[in-house]
């Protein structure tokens, strides 16, 4: 009897979980949509305007995986907007620590030019995801993203660009003061197809680019991003480029060292960087009509002075070589190579 007694109870006490547990997650999914409106209301002060066509909740009994039917944003502050025909989002029931978004595979991004001019931009994705990890206040503290078979078409006028992938992290370390926030980021990219007469003399080609940098120093996220970037800049923020690695046709670099903006912002940069191939570059600089014949004579006759010459006849290499922006001018070594304009921020 005991036996019996004991068995009723521990399945009661099941049942009483199990139907507490399922009031639970149908009670988090009907405040879910309320809690995106929320969302999306208090995201107007940023100057963000979002919409979407309806949203849908399922998953039980283990996820939440929450709908977006043909969502919208719009960024009034910036001047860009961004659509898809869907979006969907998924958590563990009781883990909101960490949320996975997959977009739509066909996306729209519309860039505002001048005046009431409007760039469109469509990306079609084959495959992709980010992970968004959130603190206990719910705040981005680390954004993951992972795309294959990346299609961008109106980017450049020349014609569409293929990436065969994308990694990219970005994850906020904070700091003990304001000042200090550093906010540290890695890209990966692979197996570009750019437009075949983008680059005259490199080729449609870029076989891989590499970033690992940090960002130090507040970037207010009130302001539009003029505004913000200034305000980052006028607070003595760099960007320090532990490594920077690209490979596109001839031309291979690998570099690191600090970037900062000056008053007129324009890049302040102190790097070193080891570079294979700049005669095809210089090359193609002067094809191009980019750089006068006298300049381009002297950089070459520099840079081969400085260069190693590899033992098995492969092309020169100008070996850990300084590379710095001044004043507007970026330079290799002691060599002029070209005028820094200001950022594009109006």
């Not at 399945?11 to 979980?17: D, H, N, S």
């Not at 995106?36 to 979002?50: F, H, M, T």
């Not at 998953?59 to 939440?64: C, T």
């Amino acid at each position: 009897m005991r036996l019996v007694t004991l068995a009723a109870c521990v399945a009661g006490g099941i049942a009483v979980a199990v139907a507490g547990y399922t009031g639970y997650w149908f009670i988090a999914a009907g405040e879910i949509e309320g809690r995106i409106d929320a969302w999306a209301e208090r995201q107007r002060a940023q100057g963000l305007e979002i919409e979407s066509g309806g949203t849908d909740v399922a998953g039980f009994p283990f996820r939440f995986e929450v709908s977006l039917h043909e969502p919208r944003i719009r960024d009034t502050r910036n001047g860009w907007r961004w659509s898809a025909g869907g979006l969907r989002a998924e958590a563990l029931a009781w883990d909101f620590g960490e949320v996975t978004v997959f977009p739509d595979r066909r996306n729209s991004v519309e860039v505002l030019l001048e005046g009431d001019r409007w760039r469109t931009i469509d990306a079609e994705i084959e495959d992709g995801r980010l992970v968004v990890g959130l603190d206990e206040s719910r705040r981005f503290e680390e954004v993951t993203v992972d795309l294959t078979g990346l299609e961008v078409v109106g980017l450049w006028p020349q014609g569409p660009a293929r990436v065969g992938s994308l990694q990219a992290n970005g994850m906020s370390l904070g700091g003990g003061a304001v000042d200090d926030e550093t906010l540290q980021t890695t890209i990966a990219v692979r197996d570009v197809v750019l437009p075949s007469d983008l680059a005259e003399g490199l080729g449609d080609s870029l076989a891989f680019l590499d970033i690992d940098a940090s960002v130090v120093g507040p970037i207010p996220s009130e302001r539009g991003t003029s505004e913000a970037i200034t305000a980052w800049r006028d607070a003595g923020g760099t960007l320090e480029l532990t490594d920077f690695r690209i490979r596109w046709g001839p031309l291979g670099i690998e570099s690191s060292g600090t970037i900062a903006l000056d008053g007129a912002m324009r890049p302040i940069a102190a790097l070193t960087a080891d570079i294979i191939g700049y005669g095809d570059v210089i090359d193609a600089l002067i094809m191009s009509n980019l750089i006068p014949l006298g300049d381009a004579f002297i950089a070459k006759v520099a840079f081969n002075m400085l260069a190693e010459k590899p033992e098995d006849g492969g092309p020169p290499v100008l070996r850990s070589v300084p590379v710095t922006a001044q004043d507007g001018i970026l330079s290799v070594a002691t060599v002029k190579v070209a005028e820094l304009p200001p950022l594009p921020l109006e």
